[in-house]
Structure formats: C-alpha cells, structure tokens
C-alpha cells in the first residue's frame, strides 16, 4: 500500500511536514502546511547513500527504537518513501555560536573524533587563518559548552591545537585553500600583522587581490609575538602560521610603522585603493596614583615586550620580590615570566574576586600551581619608595557593590582599611592603549573616542572613506585574539565591496540562529583527558612550552565526549560526497496552502512514557526492552538482522519475561490499551519460531482473547510451551555479573517468588503523541481527559469539528484491522464533501509507448525475496538467486530482503 500510494498519480505527498493552521469551512478548508528543509534535494537525491558514509555525527536511530545508530544524514530504512535522505538539525551548536570569528567547533570535533584530522584542520582554517596559535590561547567557546553541565567543557582549545599540531608532524604540510592567480591589480595597505592584519591579509589574498602588510617591529605577528610569553606560544609556532599565509601570496614589510615617513596618503598616492589600521595596543593604562614615577615600576605591555625579544627588563627582577596589579592574561603572562626570571616572590593584588577574572582558568590554576598567590579584592592607592626605588604598595580593601557597566558587582573601597607588601618591583597591567607616539603622526584627521579609533560597528570603516581599522585599537574591540580574526574577516570584505564600488552595509547581519539546547535524557560522566604538561620546577626555571598536545587517541576520546548538541555539526563533508549535487545547507523551510473539501486527521499513538516506572528497570538494565524494541530485533531489517540477542552483549536470551499492562491499567492510565496482550503473545511465538529452545514466560493481569481467532491464537502459544502467570510483578532486579534479570512478583496466593531471565519484555501500552495536543488546538478539535480524539459513541469517526474525521488509535486503543476499518470508514465520509468535485482534480497517468516485441527471445528478470524469516529461514536465497542466473533467458537475477519493496521496483525501471 505504501507504494502505491507513493507512485499514485492522484496522491499528492507532503512527508516531513506539518500543519501550521486550518482555516474555513466543510467543504472549502485551507490549510497551511509547513514543510521542514531536508537540506537535500529531493529531485535531486539518488539515495544512493555516498553523504551518510562520510558524516561524522552518530545518533540513536528511532526507527530500530535506539537499538542502532544512525548519521545525522540518514534515511530511516532503506525502503523509505521517499527514497531520498534527510539532515536533522537542532540549531547551532552552543561552541559554534559562541565564537566571534564563526569558528566551527562542533564541525572540527566530530571530524577529530572520527580521525579525519585533515579534514578537521581544513575546516578550521575556513574561519580561523592561525589555529596552532587560537589552539594554544583561545578557549573562547569552552564557555559555552554543554557538556560543563554534566561534569567539564570539552576540551575544544586542546583539540584545535592538536588539529594544527597534527600538520606540523606530516612530511608535506597540508596545502592552504587554492588561491586564485592575483588576477585584480588592486593593492590592499594593512597595517600590523598581528590577528586582525593577518586575517584581512588572508581573506584578500584568497579573493585575487595583493595585499601588503606594513608592520612596524622587525619580526611580525604584532602582539602575539610580544604579548604572549613563550611558555604559552613559541615562535616557532607563529612563524609556521604566518608563512602558511605568507604562502597565499601576502606581502609583509617588518620595521616599516606608520608616522611622519609612512603616512596614509602616502599609502594611497603609492596606489593602495584601501588601507586597513590593524595597529594593536602597545601601551600601558596608568595607576594615577603617588609613586607611579618611582623605579621599579614596570608597564605590563613593555616588561613582557622585552621579556619575549629577548631583552632584560630595565628593572632587573631577579631575587626581587614582584607585585603585578590586574587580574587579566597580560597580568599572570606578567607574573609567571617574572617567576621564570628568577624573582624571589611574585604575586598577583586584583580588586575583584577570583570569579569576576576575565581570565581563562586554566591559566590562573597554572598560576597557583607555580606558587603564584593572587590577592583579590585589593585596590593600589600609593606607592612607597626610598632613594628613588620602590619599597611599599598600599592598597585598598575592597567590598563588592552594585552591578556596573560590565554585568559584575562593582569593587567598592572599605574606608579606613589597608593592606601593604614590601615589594621591590611593581608591573601594572590594568589594560591596554594605542601607542600614538608614530602612529598619530601617520593617520591625519582620524576620529578617536576613548583614545581608542573609532569605527563603523557593522563596516569597521572610519571617519576617512576607504580606511578601516579593528582589533583592539578600535571601539568595539572584545579583548580576544578570536575578536581580532573576527574584525579580520569582516574588513577583507568592507574593503572587497568599498574597492567594487558595492553598499558597505547591505546584508551585513545574518538572522540569528537558534542555539541548540542540551540534550535530553541521561548523559553519562566522561571525565576530560589530562592535558599534558611540564612539571612545575622545570616549569618555573624556563619559558619552554608548558601544555604538550594530546596524542591521536587522547583526541579521539576528547572528542568523543562532544554531546552533538545541535545533531548535524555543518562540516559540509556530505556537500563534497554528493555527486548528484543534492545536499545544501542553505535550504529552508517552506509553506504551503492547500484548499481542501474535508480532512482526516490521523496521528497514530506513542508507546506510554517509562521513565517513572523504575521498578521494571527500563533504561537501566540493558536487558529490559520495550516491545516495540522487541519487534525490531524480530524483524530481518533491524538492528541485528533478526537475529534473537541481548542490546548490550549480544547474549542470545533462552529465558525470555514478557511484562503486560506496562503503562496502562494503572494510577497515570487506568485504561486498557487493547492490543497489549496480543501482540506479547505474538512476540512470543515468533521468538520461538526464530529459536525454538527459547523458554518464554508471560505475565499478565488479563488476556483480552475476543473472539474466536484471538482465543485460537492464545491456545497455540501455549500449545508452544509459552508460560502463562497471572500477576503484575513487583520488581525487576538485574544480576551484575551476568546482567541477567531476577523478576519478583506474587504468585496466586499471594506468596512472594522470584525467577531469573535473560531477558525482560515490556508490553507498553499507548498514549496520544505528545504533539496532538497542539495539533488537535491548530484543527480546532477536542479532546477527552487522556488527550484522545473526543467521538461520539455512535459516530466513532467524526471529530467535534465538522468535516474533520480521524480513526485509528487517536481516538482510543486498537489494533490493525479495527483500524482499516475506521479508515475505510472516514474516507467514504470524507467524500461526502467532495461530491461536487469528483473527477475535476485528477489527471491520468501517462504511460510509455507500447513496444512490440514479438519475435524478441524472452528476457526474464528473477528477484529472489528473502522476507524476512519468512523465506530466508527455509530457503538458501542466495544459491536460489545464483541458480536463476544460469537458466534460460534469465538476464537478471539477484536477491532482496523486500522484493514488494520500491528500490525493487526501481531496478526493474531501470
């Protein structure tokens, strides 16, 4: 039936979809049907199934009820209709979402956890040009994790770094993306090449123009080469990213700054068509406070800028006691190189609390590891010093106040309260400024604000047409390395549409995507993998680098704690498997109407909710199954071939424990569900059909056997040896060694007993889907207290809305043929408000010419079915099928497992 509703002429099919509203009267409905986007073709899909084989994202298959896996592109059997496959997606995965740049974390975990590490580093590359750097400092969307609501965040910043160190152990580096041939003579000035300038570079280079980077220091990378101490990023490191971008066709020019000998109008007399200001924050903000002048006092930025070039601090730090005031990564970098240099105590006086750090935690932790102290809730107010020198910091006790600006409780000073440290070095780094010594020079009627330039939130333009500016220097700066890249990228296209002639601002905002929610149900704990790092004296006495990256397996089992929180993860590895061209991600969901004369409204019913009947050990035990589940290990198309086993270790049952009334005829459903106790009886005689050394026990309250076929039926089982107990029992207990089940329950006496099986049985009874009730709201139709379709007695198809009809076990519990029968029914009433129209909307089939093939020899196609154990258990299908191929005028032969089935059908087309 299935299939010749799908191949019928007049049958209009709307699969993956749903009502969203009905409107009108009997006779002239119209409806409004929203169809979800697939994110595949469907006249295009061949499914031949090449996109489920690379997908990197595995979930429970509901069609074998979680007893398998399935991709998140998937189709639910192989004789779906229509044959074509779907992607699922919950919305964008928090990790994702979270990163400013648009990095796509989920994507590159799935992919290191399926082992496709190139594919893994590719992907990231999209987004993010310097990974082995962003894998090293930026845990940004670790923050968002799901997973940190079962025990920790995945550990994304490690596996990003282990992706990009992944490239550096090949013999041949992976190549970057293709660059075209720089086949536009525009010339693109950036200034710096930090984050920011190298991304903008980056991005202009892949799109054919010649970018050129002016960068002021003799060796590039901007504040990542001197901001960042070596023990967190080496220069090695930096230099393999900036030549894999150097590789693409950028120009970099080190010790040539912007100012009085390199300004911008003589970047753009020299040709450049567009100048982007990537120029850093290389100052100090000041104390303000008395004593700041006094030697020993050492700007944050400055001290680390001559620790990684190599120079000594003009402050020797030595046997010094350091006091480093500020509580971000400049302050810690500040305090743990000044322990790598040798000083006697370092230390930390922040005016916050340790939770309101804008710090990843790893690096405090690092910090305290190292012997580091952090004194919080303390705020600088003097400075103290003899003969010039510093002697004494005073600070502040601080309390927490109101909220500020920043969404933290504000530091308010105790007054009259005081903490001093006799110290010999003080390193503020309370945050950063642009150094305008050369630079002011350079840029000419620039408009500043806070002392910072200020831009066009959506272009990144500034106040002089064709300069753009981001990254820290500007006013919408975020702080992180990630917020640079992202400025990065949406600057190469600013200067992309300002150099073609296009509108800045068009299109810029993409609508926001909903964020994937955690996932529902029982999450097991996976701790995180131990990150690898030195131990800390071997730490504290050099700046080698301190983490290692994970191993090939460590990364794996990283990866595998990812929830896939938002199911398909984007990676786009289906779009490259597709020859048909059919998957695209782009698609979205479509609404349709539809005038109609009259509506069935047929939903089915769901198996009753389990999860607060504990007693039965559902969901706990691997042994315990549902029916359904029960029928889809029977069947020849489940999860293990019709092969009779236990879920979790393949055992084959011999006891099997078959369980009625399992959600129904009780406190929450104290209807009968009807077919319960047949179908158990059913389960049980093809169980010992399949294995007939199988021992079956069924415990029932009632057998509902009415009429003479169900009694005939119920005396067959136990003709079979199918044991029949009279109870409902009390628990379910499971033997650890053997995961075997001990059911208690009370025999007719009332006298408590207990018997082992292998294997227990739910049978469930039925409720109303859960989405009924909204659906049911939409048609304008009630429904009784247990959320069935409320009917008339007398008039058991009819809905209380005019025109709608509904049958089947929306509107109580029944089994199949009571069902037909129903439909049978609705339909010839449905008809009714149809008559006027009869024959106006169909059309005829056409067929294909006839051909004469007489005098042609016969050709014979034989398609061996197996049907399940049906014949594939009394048959060698195979040899039959091999057989046929040697007959006489056999030009096809092969087997199936559904010879009635579509794809047959297709093959015979073909």
């Known amino acids: ?39 595949v073709d469907e006249a295009k899909c061949t499914g031949c199934g090449e996109c489920e084989k690379v997908c990197p994202v595995e979930r429970l298959n509901e069609f074998d009820r979680n007893l398998s896996a399935r991709k998140a592109i998937y189709r639910p059997f192989p004789q779906a209709t229509p044959n074509v496959f779907t992607i699922e997606k919950r919305g964008l995965s928090p990790c994702t979402d979270a990163c400013p740049a648009g990095c796509n974390a989920h994507g590159y975990v ?109 060796t590039t990378g901007g504040m990542l080469r001197v901001g960042i101490p070596g023990y967190r990023l080496p220069d090695d490191i930096l230099d393999f990213e900036v030549d894999v971008i150097k590789k693409t066709g950028v120009e970099i020019r080190t010790n040539t700054p912007l100012g009085p000998d390199l300004t911008i109008d003589d970047l753009l007399n020299q040709g450049f068509k567009a100048i982007f200001l990537a120029v850093g924050t290389h100052t100090n903000r000041l104390l303000r406070i008395e004593g700041e002048e006094l030697e020993g006092v050492l700007s944050g930025v400055a001290f680390l800028r001559d620790v990684n070039s190599g120079k000594m601090p003009k402050t020797p730090i030595k046997d010094k006691v350091v006091a480093v005031i500020g509580g971000g990564n400049t302050a810690v970098d500040a305090v743990r190189s000044a322990l790598r240099l040798g000083a006697k105590e370092a230390f930390i ?35 103290n010093g003899q003969d010039g020198k510093v002697t004494e910091l005073v600070c502040n006790q601080m309390t927490l106040g109101e909220v500020d600006r920043s969404g933290r409780r504000r530091p308010v000073p105790i007054e009259g309260k005081t903490t001093s440290f006799p110290v010999d070095v003080i390193i503020p780094a309370l945050g ?35 300069v753009f500016a981001g990254g820290d220097a500007t006013t919408i700066s975020g702080g992180y390395v990630v917020h640079a890249i992202a400025h990065g990228h949406e600057v190469a296209i600013s200067i992309d549409r300002y150099i073609r002639g296009d509108d800045l601002a068009s299109n810029r905002k993409a609508s926001p995507r909903q964020v994937a929610a955690m996932p ?93 009947r504990y007693q039965y050990g559902y969901a706990k035990f691997p042994s315990v199954v549902t029916s359904l589940q029960f029928e889809r290990i029977l ?49 049980a005689i093809i169980a010992k059909e399949h294995d007939p050394d199988i021992h079956c026990d069924i415990f029932y309250m009632d057998i509902r056997a009415h009429g003479k076929g169900f009694d005939a039926y119920y005396d067959r089982a ?121 024959g106006t909307e169909v059309s005829e089939p056409e067929l294909p010419p006839e051909k004469d093939v007489r005098g042609e020899p016969p050709r014979i196609g034989v398609f061996v079915c197996h049907c399940g154990k049906n014949i594939g258990g009394y048959v060698d299908v195979p040899s039959v099928a091999e057989y046929a191929k040697t007959l006489p005028h056999v030009v096809y032969a092969d087997e199936n497992l559904y010879t009635c089935s579509s794809d047959t059908q297709e093959i015979l087309k073909a």
Request: charged share 25%; with cysteine; aromatic share 8%.
């Open 110 to 218: 799935a992919l290191i956890r399926n082992r496709k590490f190139k594919e893994a580093l590719e992907l990231i590359r999209e987004t993010i040009p310097l990974p082995a750097i962003c894998g090293r400092v930026c845990g940004f969307c670790e923050e968002e994790c799901n997973r940190a609501n079962v025990e920790e965040a995945i550990r994304i910043r490690a596996l990003k770094r282990f992706a990009a160190d992944y490239e550096m152990t090949l013999q041949e580096p992976i190549e970057p993306p293709a660059v075209p041939a720089a086949d536009r003579k525009e010339k693109v000035a950036i200034i710096g090449s930090g984050p920011a300038g190298l991304t903008a570079a980056y991005d202009l280079a892949k799109q054919g123009y010649q970018p050129v980077i002016f960068e002021a220091m003799a």
């Open 349 to 383: 006086v922040y005016r916050r609390t340790k939770e309101q750090m804008p710090l990843n935690p790893e690096e405090r932790e690092a910090a305290e590891e190292e012997g580091i102290k952090i004194h919080y809730l303390l705020a600088p107010i003097k400075i």
């Open 635 to 683: 069947s020849a198309s489940g999860p293990f071939g019709g092969h009779i086993q236990r879920p979790a270790d393949g055992k084959e049952p011999k006891r099997l424990a078959f369980i009625q009334c399992v959600g129904s005829r009780d406190e929450e459903h104290d209807y009968c569900s009807s077919v319960c106790c047949m179908y158990a009886l059913k389960e």
């Open 1 to 39: 039936k299935l299939v010749d509703c799908a191949r019928h002429n007049n049958i209009e099919l709307f699969t993956y979809s749903s009502v969203e509203a009905v409107s009108g009267e009997p006779g002239n409905f119209k409806v409004q049907v929203r169809c979800k986007s697939r994110y």
């Open 432 to 466: 950063q400024g642009v150094d305008y010594t050369l630079f002011e020079a350079g840029v000419g009627d620039l408009a500043l604000k806070w002392d910072l330039i200020d831009v066009d939130p959506v272009t990144l333009q500034t106040n002089i047409p064709g």
């Open 520 to 612: 529902e149900g029982f999450i097991s704990q996976k701790p995180p993998q131990p990150l690898p790092l030195l131990g800390v004296p071997e730490r504290t006495t050099s700046f080698k680098e301190v983490e290692a990256a994970l191993s090939e397996d460590e990364a794996v089992k990283e990866a595998s704690r990812c929830l896939d929180c938002g199911v398909c993860c984007e990676c786009l590895q289906c779009v490259a498997a597709c020859e048909a061209k059919a998957v695209n991600h782009d698609l979205t969901d479509t609404v349709e109407e539809l005038h109609v004369g009259s509506i069935l409204f047929i939903p089915g019913c769901s198996l009753s909710d389990l999860s607060n």
């Open 718 to 838: 136990k003709e079979l040896g199918i044991n029949f107990t009279r109870c409902r029992p009390v628990k379910v207990e499971e033997l650890k060694d053997s995961k075997d089940l001990r059911i208690g329950y009370l025999d007719d006496d009332g006298v408590y007993k207990t018997k082992e099986f292998d294997m227990a049985v739910l049978s469930v009874g039925f409720q109303p889907p859960a989405e009924t009730k909204t659906m049911a709201e939409k048609l304008g139709i009630s429904t009784d207290a247990y959320g069935f379709a409320a009917t008339n007695p007398f008039d058991p198809i009819a809905s209380s809305r005019e025109g709608i009809y509904v049958c089947g076990p929306f509107s109580e519990p029944k089994d199949i043929p009571e069902t037909v029968m129903e439909a049978s029914s609705a339909s010839s009433q449905a008809m009714v408000y149809l008559a006027d129209a009869r």
